[in-house]
């Protein structure tokens, strides 16, 4: 992707005659390499950075507002997915700090013919919480090894991935305003007590895995449903080493409930040069890259799914239901609430899911709700004294 972006760089530089010096941060490092531009007041012009990241750093007073006026040239928040452009603004402030750029999300994909042969209605198999359940059940009883696979060696995606079975619950981990914690709250526990639940249909083959091995048991066909990254798919349907069943008989669903909608924003500093020329090559850049062209530009080059509705709507995308799949996406779909504590919280959390995770996978198995209360009971009232 970087090689990408260097030639959206390159194709900017040519036409606006403006040059760009990119700086690149390794994801790892990314959080505090931006909290110490944040700090130090020497930041760059623009940032491409989580799209969570925006309110963490607009409440340290460290980014530049974008004008109504500026909105407008980019064709104004209707132009984008509303589920992308709440992550502009905080639940406090209806000042616009960021520039949703691209969209990340997780789908379902499944094997329709493994699902047929178990009996199932592959248009309702995912709907809901229990549909699923019952899915992966059949699937199981009609012989499948491993029916269902998810990454389980870190649990950084497992907490967005889950959302949508809290959310579908009616819970969530915290109040939209971020001032209640409500992850251990009786709709929350539920919705992830959905979630973990599934854990039972992993097989021995399918157990502490990552994201990229749990994808590439499904690949190779040795699995029938699992999570993918929304933007994994293209190169699914184009790899050499997918088997051909698999290709042939790739079928596409939203995660139950309200799948979480997540993605990247652009963002300028507020230590940005105030000249007129300066300023104006900084929001030339942040127009080009929000472009309808270039977002089709970046799916078609690297999957990237686009923020724009414009963009969104001109696209061709495999396998046929994979269209559906992610407008029912955008149309249901949740962010985070967009809160000044969630870093820290988010932090807190994936903690507890590795403690459930090691407990859920071990030998004996533990007990799903008794687990889910056993760590986040307690997490909730760590939040509660952080929150007071």
């Known amino acids: 992707r970087i090689e990408i972006i260097s030639g959206l760089m390159r194709d900017f530089e040519r036409k606006y005659n403006i040059k760009i010096q990119p700086q690149i941060l390794s994801w790892n490092d990314a959080w505090q390499q931006i909290l110490d531009f944040s700090l130090r007041g020497e930041a760059p012009d623009v940032s491409h950075i989580g799209s969570s990241w925006s309110s963490s750093l607009s409440a340290m007073n460290a980014l530049r507002a974008f004008t109504p006026e500026e909105i407008n040239e980019l064709g104004g928040s209707e132009a ?54 019952n899915t992966l059940a059949a699937l199981q009883e009609s012989g499948v090894k491993t029916p269902w696979a ?15 079975w809290v959310w579908g619950a009616g819970g969530n981990y915290m109040s939209v305003d971020g001032r209640q914690v409500l992850v251990h709250k009786p709709q929350a526990l539920a919705g992830l007590g959905d979630f973990f639940a599934l854990f039972r249909y992993l097989s021995p083959e399918s157990r502490f895995l990552s994201a990229q091995q749990s994808y590439d048991l499904f690949r190779q066909g040795k699995c029938a449903v ?90 061709s995308l495999d396998p046929p239901s994979l269209r559906q799949t992610v407008a029912r996406v955008f149309n249901r779909g949740q962010s985070h609430p967009s809160y000044k504590q969630w870093g820290r919280f988010e932090t807190e959390l994936r903690q507890s899911f590795a403690h459930i995770l090691a407990d859920l ?16 009971l307690p997490l909730g009232r760590r939040i509660e004294l952080m929150l007071r």
């Open 80 to 133: 984008f997915f509303q589920t992308a452009w709440r992550s502009a603004y905080t639940s406090d402030d209806p000042s616009v700090w960021a520039i949703p750029w691209s969209t990340f999300t997780y789908v379902l994909i499944y094997r329709r013919d493994l699902i047929a042969k178990a009996g199932v209605d592959e248009f309702k198999a995912f709907d809901t919480a229990q549909a699923m359940d």
């Open 226 to 315: 699992t999570v993918a990254a929304g933007d994994s798919i293209r190169d699914l349907l184009n790899d050499d080493f997918s088997a051909p069943e698999v290709i042939s008989n790739l079928g596409t669903a939203a995660l139950p409930g309200s799948p979480w909608i997540g993605g990247d924003n652009l963002v300028i500093w507020k230590n940005t040069r105030a000249s007129q020329s300066h300023t104006k090559a900084v929001l030339d850049f942040v127009r080009y890259l929000t472009s309808k062209d270039v977002q089709i530009n970046l799916y078609q080059s690297a999957g990237i799914l686009p923020t724009r509705v414009d963009a969104f709507n001109q696209l």
């Open 150 to 164: 998810i990454e389980t060696s870190s649990t950084w995606d497992l907490i967005h991935i889950a959302a949508s």
């Open 361 to 376: 996978l071990g030998d004996p198995p533990a007990e799903v709700n008794a687990t889910l209360e056993k760590y986040l």
